[in-house]
């Protein structure tokens, strides 16, 4: 004899997680907090390579996490930025060991055209993600103002920096990690806001509403 008894049990979705957000925001301001403050001569004391360890285990790895983290939220956005961002400064910590690193010692003239060509790489690798980081923050208006202007003051610092190498400008590299530094400060605030909103499960620290919305666009698609 059966019996409505004898039905399974609906099986519910696993629990959500963390907000892994903040800590891709802070891995990603730290890192470049540091790579900025180096690009603004102001480790003149200091080797200027205090990033680069960083770069893999940081802003890298757990930027790659927060990402991996992001899919399993289904965050389309953050696990798209992070995990991007996060293979950048692995990228880059690679290209530096491999490539920067790797050219001749002498003569001095050999040693002057190498350092221009890896000027000229890095002027196109920072164009290539100028080009991502465009459309991601087109798309961060759909968000909130914080995270706009984490991609707005970041696309600011990247295009800076792209024309800086390409113009083999010292002054305009220069200028790019102020830029750089002030995106390090916003995206440690949006970061921190995170944190304390999470933790209080409402808005402590503002971070601001979606600029416009396009919900009603992708409705008129479909």
Known sequence: MSS????PAPV?????????APLGLAAFALTTFLLSAA????????????????????GGLCQLLAGMWEF????VFGATAF?????????????????????????????????AATGKDLGWILLAFAIFNTYMLIFSTQLNT?????????????????????ANSSGVHKFGGYIGVLTALVAWYTSAAGVI???????????????????GRARAIT
């Not at 409505?4 to 039905?7: G, K, L, P």
């Not at 914080?146 to 390409?166: D, P, R, S």
């Open 146 to 166: 914080a995270v706009f202007l984490v991609f707005l003051t970041l696309e600011a610092t990247e295009v800076i920096l792209f024309i800086g190498f390409f």
């Open 12 to 20: 519910l979705p696993p629990p959500g997680i963390a907000d892994p």
């Open 83 to 115: 995990a991007t961002y996060g293979g950048f400064w692995i990228g880059l910590g690679l290209w530096v060991l491999l490539v920067a690193n790797a050219g001749p010692k002498a003569p001095l003239s050999a040693v002057a055209a190498y350092a």
């Open 39 to 58: 690009n603004a001569g102001w480790m003149g004391s200091a080797t200027g390579n205090a990033w680069l360890g960083y770069a893999f285990a940081y």
């Open 197 to 215: 909103n999470g933790m209080k499960g409402g808005v402590i620290a503002p971070v601001g509403r979606p600029l416009f919305d396009m919900s």
């Open 4 to 7: 409505t008894n004898d039905a």
């Open 72 to 75: 399993r939220n289904r965050n």
